[in-house]
């Protein structure tokens, strides 16, 4: 059982900038994938951006150029920098890692772009 604990969202303006982060209970090592999902009401949950070991990312069309996930080894810490953000960003933005084919989720973290 991975355990994951996220922080970060919030509130912002359109056009401002957050940060998650999600730390996992185990060495990124031992996990094939690291990634951010997010749910907006009454739509299913979406990819955001994922990095796998060998740091490859990934990202949805609608975030390229404005988000950027990073990984922090020592910290098993995975990171989802945030950058002109949109009301269309708002979301429950849920981490996620993958061990041995198994996906393991956080509790998710609100994230809302309003003026």
Known sequence: QVQLVESGGGL???GGSLRLSCAASESVYSLEMMGWYRQAPGKERELVATI???YNRRY???VK???TIFREDAKNTVYLQMNS???EDTAVYYCTVRRESYDYWGQGTQVTVSS
Do not use: C, E, I, T
């Open 12 to 14: 912002v303006q359109p």
């Open 52 to 54: 796998g070991v060998g």
């Open 85 to 87: 953000l949109k009301p």
């Open 60 to 62: 949805a069309d609608s």
């Open 65 to 67: 150029g404005r988000f």
